[in-house]
C-alpha cells in the first residue's frame, strides 16, 4: 500500500521532462514552410557557436583554415568536406567539432539543406 504514489511520481518526471523539451529544445529551430536556409541567418550561428573558437581568423589549435566568412564556409563545404566531417559520429577520425560533442542532428541537416538551396548568403 504504501508504494501507491511511485505511479504519480513517474508521471510527474515524464511530465516535466516533455516541457522542458519542447520549450528549450525545439522552438528555436522550427522554420518556416517555404524558408530557404541562408548563411547569415542559419549556418553562421552554428559556426560561432561551435566552430570558429579554433577555426577563428587566424585559425588556433591547429586548425587549417578559418571559418568565420560566407566564402570560407562555402569554401570549405565543397573542398574541405565540412558536411562529411560534421556527420560523423564523436570520436570517430576527423569528426567535428574535434572532441566532440557532435552537433544536434537538426544543425546538421541545417548545413545539408544549405548546400541543397544554393550556399544562400542572406
Ligand atoms: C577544438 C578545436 C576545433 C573545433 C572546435 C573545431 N575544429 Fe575543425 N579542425 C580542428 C583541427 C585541429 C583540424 C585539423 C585536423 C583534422 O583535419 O582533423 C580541423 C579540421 C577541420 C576540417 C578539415 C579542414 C581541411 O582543410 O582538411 C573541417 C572541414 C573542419 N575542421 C570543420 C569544423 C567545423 C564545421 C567545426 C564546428 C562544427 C569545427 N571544425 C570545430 C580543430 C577544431
Do not use: A, C
Given at each position: 500500500m504504501k508504494n501507491?504514489?511511485?505511479?504519480f511520481i513517474i508521471l510527474l518526471i515524464l511530465t516535466s521532462c516533455?516541457?522542458?523539451?519542447?520549450?528549450?529544445?525545439?522552438e528555436p529551430i522550427i522554420l518556416e514552410p517555404e524558408e530557404?536556409?541562408?548563411?547569415?541567418?542559419?549556418?553562421q550561428p552554428i559556426m560561432v557557436n561551435n566552430c570558429t573558437f579554433c577555426h577563428n581568423d587566424p585559425p588556433v589549435n591547429g586548425a587549417p583554415n578559418s571559418l568565420t566568412t560566407y566564402n570560407a564556409v562555402v569554401n570549405s563545404v565543397n573542398?574541405?568536406?565540412l558536411i562529411g566531417r560534421i556527420s560523423r559520429e564523436t570520436g570517430e577520425s576527423g569528426a567535428m567539432p574535434i572532441g566532440g560533442p557532435k552537433l544536434p542532428q537538426d544543425l546538421i541537416d541545417l548545413v545539408i539543406q544549405w548546400q541543397v538551396d544554393g550556399f544562400l548568403e542572406n
Open positions: 501507491n504514489y511511485i505511479p516533455s516541457n522542458v523539451t519542447e520549450e528549450d529544445l525545439l530557404s536556409i541562408n548563411y547569415t541567418q542559419h549556418i573542398n574541405s568536406n
